[in-house]
């Protein structure tokens, strides 16, 4: 498996309150995503960086924001968490974006985050 | 990215092979075909993925018609872990995951 370590595992949180979940990975992979899993829509990309510093936005980057300062660290936070926000949260990463012969988005275990 | 459509379940006894249909007819020359699949409360999982060749891993087949417009995901041997919900989606540089079909491996 990729060395791909998504925390916390398990959130609750109250809304308005800030949340950053983090995503860490031991393969030195250039790209890094952060998606949500919702019944009925499927994985949907929120934001994706290809480099520190690097970040660019998802098709639902709404009320969420990311940093990397790191090659192996990625941070999704949520400025001020909203009950539509209570999903499952999925980080990957792959060598390159686009896709191809060697070019594979390997993903994390997930964060189940709950905004009350 | 070309659409694909796969059949929303299916059923297989384990220790047989597990055939996964997935059609895309608008499929363009340089989208590769790619499957992964999510078991319950994971992460989805690589599989396979291909071109134009047929390609084998030590999790499966995948084999692509010669037009390319249809492929189909090959399980050897189902075991009752290969219960999941397998996504075959077709691009050449972003991941879009539709609904799937939910593979349901029987005793």
């Known amino acids: 498996d990729a060395g791909i370590t998504q925390s916390p595992r398990h959130k609750v949180t109250e809304t308005g309150t800030p949340v950053t979940l983090r995503c860490h990975q031991t393969?030195?992979?250039?790209?890094m995503y952060w998606y949500r899993q919702d019944p009925g829509h499927g994985l949907r990309l929120i934001h994706y960086?290809?480099?520190?510093?690097?970040?660019d936005k998802g098709e639902v980057s709404d009320g969420y924001s990311v940093s990397r300062s790191k090659t192996e660290d990625f941070l999704l936070t949520l400025e001020s968490a909203t009950s539509s926000q209570t999903s499952v949260y999925f980080c990957?990463?792959?060598?390159?974006?686009?896709?191809?012969?060697?070019?594979?988005?390997?993903f994390g275990a997930g964060t189940r985050l709950s905004v009350l | 990215d070309a659409k694909t459509t796969q059949p929303t379940s299916m059923d297989c006894a384990e220790g047989r092979a597990a055939n996964l249909p997935c059609n895309h007819s608008?499929?363009?020359?340089?989208?590769?075909v790619y499957w992964y699949r999510q078991i319950h409360s994971q992460g989805p999982q690589y599989i396979i993925h291909?071109?134009?060749n047929n390609e084998t891993n030590e999790m499966a087949s995948l084999i692509i018609t010669e037009d390319r417009k249809s492929s189909t995901l090959i399980l050897p041997h189902a075991t009752l872990r290969d219960t999941a919900v397998y996504y075959c989606?077709?691009?050449?540089?972003?991941?879009?995951f539709g609904k799937g079909t939910l593979l349901t491996v029987n005793p």
């Open positions: 990957a990463i792959s060598e390159s974006y686009r896709l191809g012969d060697k070019n594979i988005q390997y």
């Open positions: 291909g071109l134009k």
């Open positions: 989606i077709v691009s050449n540089y972003k991941l879009t």
């Open positions: 608008t499929i363009s020359g340089n989208e590769y």
């Open positions: 393969e030195n992979h250039r790209y």
């Open positions: 960086s290809y480099g520190v510093k690097d970040t």
